[in-house]
């Protein structure tokens, strides 16, 4: 009976690796959509129109400012996750690919510092503006791209090592790209990317015919008006990267990517190319970077320095993946907004309200402690719930469940119960040996989860061969 | 050496059909130290064949060299009469020879159902594979009642089971199976090699590495026995299982 009712629900699951029904299927767009034009309705017109009394404490813990920097750092945080998360291929030197974004926003995106041509693309900017401007839209592709190659050019020689040592060469990336564009202005005699002083005016997100036709600002500066609109645009992007990782996961690709995570040499042998699933892996992660990149630049900070590209970004964005629940998109996506929340705003709005509440003198020094604070913050994640904020499902369920015995796999649970009656019903002293026999063969191995077949079934088998001699 | 040369011509192994895969003077090495040295063996369509030997005798390294994760120092792997010596792994499994590993590896944190699909990540006959998927559950029952379990929560001999079912799911028409008795209590043992016999019936060809040499020697048809990295006997399985010195040194025997 049971076997005819599982084999009848197969075919619809046989294909993919979920089966997910239409609410679900349809749940999060509808839900996403709604928490991003909820945040737009928030600052363009509810606040606005309340009293200073209750929209001032809302804008000081969560500035407009501050939300565009977490959807921001949300791009960051989900490319991050389909190196880490999906892939499980630890990069310390994420940084490399948002300063690579970064920079080609500036190239393509300001007047630069020594170009002489003029050329516009779709841009906003007036068209006699000098130097190069290109719509935001095509340097977040062209960017996303130019980072994909060089993750392939970086993880062809280094994607073949394992775990710690591609940490180590990918933190060597991460160090080697800042020294680069530090060094830039005079790369074989050419300007680059003029040095340590970076490019600055870079142009600001265009709306295009919203702003055509005076809905939205023509240019999304950092003015109150363009920092609203940029939660759609930012919102959109973390949207499509969101759609990306979900529908990956769920392919041939995503499935390949899990195996590698959970066993290399059997992913092989199941037939999935190494290298070049991993390769996919960091060419992914890295497009996402380079958008991320671009969002930075061109739409927070409007310049680009080496000191922006520090270690300190590369694990940051790690910490947002790790604490919000590696491989899983929702938390991942939590993890940046908490993390980033409290990098930008969060630590000095704690330390204002508690100045004011306590007399101490925080406002200053906590964002200044950020990364102790952060750390002792991942201490604690590592010892009360390492497996993340909102975890993976298939994590969650291994760290939860019991692994079954040989002795129940062999039926030995039903054999109990009926040699359990029969001893009480006779007090038969052969029924007692049997109980004692399944349960000893049960005791051993029951409740370790974690360890490997191999472990867990030898105590057990060995407890039946002695009961079978006797 | 004894068998080979009283049964000094095999009368038609494999009954005139040219043999499905061939190792032809094979060499491995782990750096300066050998694990297999010259050795060759033949693997006819329709056979079960057994490779079996103690501890370290290289078994494990042979299989791993056949699908194409080792490389031979010297020697050919030849595979339906085209060599792939050097194929990457994923290739082999491609090219049908599917390995179900050592210790199992199946992969943990993933369902019975998903690592059922990774075992056909090389196949896009989609048709075929819900029918192969059919196929390997009739052949482990057990395995669809736990279909959306989580594979590391299942028993060790049902992780076995699930080895081998994803293994099949690949559609080889050579399946290497790496010790899979190991660490099973007996009956499960009992319930794999009957799987493997009727694995067999269905066309599959079957390389077994097994330390449970009685076990494998009593379903396979032709057994190598390798000894430090070389070959030291081989001949058709019944008649080692009567050899007195393959008794002595595999079997326990007196």
Redesign the interface.
């Known amino acids: 009976m049971?076997?005819t009712t599982?084999?009848s629900k197969?075919?619809g699951?046989?294909?993919g690796?979920q089966v997910r029904g239409f609410t679900d299927k349809y749940a999060w767009p509808l839900g996403y959509v709604a928490v991003i034009l909820f945040l737009f309705l928030l600052y363009q017109a509810i606040l606005p129109s309340l009293i200073t009394d209750v929209s001032g404490p809302v804008l000081a813990w969560l500035p407009v400012a501050t939300v565009n920097e977490c959807l921001m750092w949300a791009i960051m945080a989900l490319g991050l996750n389909v190196v880490v998360g999906y892939a499980g291929l630890l990069d310390l030197g994420y940084v490399a690919f948002w300063a690579l974004g970064g920079y080609t926003a500036g190239w393509l995106m300001a007047y630069p510092f020594n170009w002489e041509w003029d050329f516009h693309l779709f841009s906003p900017v007036p068209a006699d503006a000098p130097g190069t401007h290109i719509n935001f839209w095509l340097v977040c592709l062209v960017a996303g791209v130019l980072c994909a190659l060089l993750g392939i050019l970086i993880g062809a020689p280094t994607l073949r090592l394992r775990g710690d040592y591609l940490a180590l060469v990918t933190l060597g990336f991460g160090e080697v790209i800042t020294q680069f564009f530090r060094n830039s202005n005079e790369i074989a005699g050419f300007n680059v990317a003029n040095g340590d002083s970076g490019i600055s005016s870079i142009d600001s997100i265009g709306t295009g015919v919203l702003g055509a036709t005076g809905i939205a600002p023509p240019l999304l500066t950092n003015s109150s008006a363009g920092n609203v609109w940029k939660i759609l645009v930012l919102g959109l992007i973390v949207g499509g990267c969101i759609f990306v990782s979900l529908r990956i996961r769920e392919g041939?690709l995503g499935?390949?990517w899990?195996?590698i995570r959970?066993?290399e040499?059997?992913?092989?042998?199941?037939?999935?190319?190494?290298v070049r699933t991993k390769l996919l892996a960091y060419a992914v992660g890295a497009f996402f970077g380079g958008v991320g990149g671009v969002a930075n630049a061109s739409g927070i900070t409007t310049a680009v320095s080496p000191s922006g590209f520090d270690f300190g970004k590369s694990v940051l964005v790690l910490l947002m993946v790790v604490l919000g629940g590696m491989g899983n998109v929702w938390g991942v996506t939590v993890g940046a907004f908490l993390l980033s929340w409290l990098n930008s705003n969060g630590l000095k709005q704690i330390g204002v309200q508690s100045d004011a509440l306590f007399g101490t003198d925080l406002a200053a020094t906590l964002p200044r402690y950020n990364y102790i604070i952060l750390g002792i913050l991942l201490v604690l994640m590592m010892l009360f719930r390492r497996e993340g904020l909102i975890p993976e499902g298939?994590?969650r369920?291994?760290l939860k469940?019991?692994?079954?015995?040989?002795a129940?796999?062999?039926g030995a649970d039903s054999l109990e119960a009926a040699a359990e009656t029969e001893a009480v019903e006779r007090a038969d002293p052969a029924a007692d040996a049997k109980i004692a026999a399944s349960a000893a063969a049960m005791a051993g191995p029951a409740g370790d989860?974690?360890s490997?077949?191999?472990s867990?079934?030898?105590p057990?088998?060995g407890t039946?061969?002695k009961n079978s001699d006797d | 050496m004894s068998t080979t040369t009283e049964q000094a011509a095999p009368p038609a192994r494999g009954g005139g059909k040219e043999p499905v895969l061939e190792l032809r003077g094979i060499s491995v090495s782990y750096g300066s130290i050998t694990a297999v040295r010259d050795l060759s063996l033949e693997v006819y369509p329709g056979e079960i064949v057994t490779l079996i030997g103690s501890n370290g005798a290289g078994k494990s390294t042979t299989l791993r060299t056949i699908s194409g994760l080792l490389r031979p120092r010297t020697g050919d792997v030849v595979f339906e009469g085209n060599s792939i010596t050097g194929v990457p792994g994923h290739e082999v499994v491609k090219r049908g020879i599917c390995h179900s590993p050592e210790g199992r590896k199946i992969f943990q944190r993933m369902t019975v159902s998903e690592n059922l699909d990774l075992g056909a990540f090389t196949r896009k006959d989609k048709e075929k594979i819900a029918e192969d998927r059919e196929n390997v559950l009739e052949l482990f029952p057990r395995l669809r009642e736990r279909i959306d379990q989580k594979a590391g929560t299942m028993s060790g001999g049902e992780q076995q089971m699930l080895a081998v079912a994803r293994a099949l799911l690949g559609n080889p028409r050579v399946l290497l199976l790496d010790e899979p008795s190991m660490g099973l209590a007996p009956v499960l043992v009992d319930v794999i090699f009957e799987t493997i016999e009727r694995i067999r019936q269905q066309g599959v060809t079957v390389l077994l590495v097994e330390q449970n040499a009685l076990a494998a020697l009593e379903i396979a048809d032709y057994a190598y026995v390798l000894e430090s990295g070389t070959l030291s006997l081989q001949g058709p399985a019944a008649q080692l299982l009567d050899d007195p010195s393959v008794t002595a040194a595999y079997l326990g025997g007196h």
């Open positions: 049971a076997t599982v084999n197969r075919p699951s046989s294909g690796l041939r499935r390949a899990l195996a959970e066993d040499l059997a992913a092989s042998m199941m037939g999935v190319p190494l298939r994590t369920a291994l469940t019991p692994s079954r015995t040989e129940e796999s062999l989860a974690t490997s077949g191999d867990t079934t030898s057990g088998s039946q061969r």
